[in-house]
């Protein structure tokens, strides 16, 4: 799915849950923070409405805040499957069945 396509608007709404307004869909991608980018990608993700998500540090460039507000809306409904590596404890912590590796 493009995100020009996106007729129901749950782009628009991911936006602005994750504290971005919809003149993001026109920025150019190359002018924004890496943060900015990272909560477009999840929005992004998130609109397709896939039931398993794989992700590679998630959080990464994200204040606790925003890692706050993606995890809730992830999470709220337990439509998701989430398959994830990631440093972040807050994003570790938010899920119920984790696998830890150490020294590897």
């Keep these: 799915m493009n995100i020009t ?3 129901s608007g749950i782009f628009e709404e991911k ?3 994750y504290g ?6 026109d920025r150019d991608f190359a002018e924004m923070s890496i943060g900015q980018k990272q909560r477009i990608i ?3 993700t998130l ?3 896939r ?6 540090e998630p959080t990464a ?4 805040e925003t890692i706050d507000l993606i995890i809730k809306d992830i999470m709220k409904d337990n439509f998701y499957t ?9 994003w570790c912590a938010a899920h119920d069945k984790k696998v830890i590796l150490t020294h590897g």
Excluded at 20 to 25: C, F, H, P, V
Excluded at 51 to 56: E, T
């Design 5 to 7: 396509d996106d007729k």
């Design 42 to 44: 999840i929005a992004a």
């Design 15 to 17: 936006l602005k849950t």
């Design 61 to 64: 460039s994200l204040d606790s």
């Design 82 to 90: 989430v398959i994830s590596a990631s440093h972040d404890e807050q």
């Design 51 to 56: 039931k398993i998500l794989l992700m590679d």
């Design 47 to 49: 609109m397709t409405e």
């Design 20 to 25: 971005l307004d919809k003149s993001y869909i």
